[in-house]
């Protein structure tokens, strides 16, 4: 048996900080009132926009660089916090969605939060659904999930929990 050393013991946990909030027009301020709400309750923020990228070569490379940057962070990361709020439309956005399925996939802890209390089907409008035999379908005549969760069922089945809030809500979960 191995002993642990009180350093190893009172190891500061890392949280990755997913979502789309890298979009934002202030989005280094939210970063940034995001990694000091981790530190204020004992964690260590790792957010995507405090990598270095290069941004003077080709768009692709840069593209590859933020890709390693953030994958990287989550490598070093304990859990993953992210941001689950519909993005461009009725689901989450996709480049978190693909951070947290990474996280699942390496044993790390993934908590989502969310600012609506509905399910995935309650955010459709009554003239952008169709009833049919088998349950519900959008205008194009896909069916809708409807299994009483807010977000796609692969996203809500895997992850430790989602909470209805905001960022430092879920930190007070933890």
Do not use: H
């Not at 070569?57 to 962070?73: E, R, S």
């Not at 689901?91 to 609506?116: F, H, M, P, Q």
């Amino acid at each position: 048996m191995v002993k642990r050393t009180n350093m190893q013991k009172n190891k500061i946990k890392k949280i990755y900080i997913a979502g789309p909030d890298v979009f934002e027009k202030d989005s280094i301020e939210i970063g940034q009132k995001y990694v000091k709400l981790c530190k204020d309750y004992g964690f260590e923020g790792l957010y995507p926009l405090d990598n270095v990228i290069n941004f003077e070569q080709n768009k692709q490379k840069i593209a590859q660089d933020i890709y390693k940057a953030n994958k990287n962070l989550i490598d070093e990361c304990d859990i993953v916090i992210a941001n689950l709020n519909s993005f461009r439309g009725k689901e989450s956005d996709s480049g978190t969605i693909w951070e947290c399925g990474y996280a699942i996939a390496l044993g790390k802890k993934v908590y989502g939060y969310i600012n609506r209390d509905t399910t995935y089907l309650q955010q459709f409008k009554e003239n952008e659904i169709l009833i049919k035999e088998n349950g519900f379908t959008d205008l194009e005549g896909k069916y809708i999930e409807d299994f009483d969760y807010a977000v796609n069922l692969m996203i809500a089945c895997s992850v430790e929990k989602i909470i209805v809030g905001d960022f430092e809500e879920t930190l007070k979960k933890i």
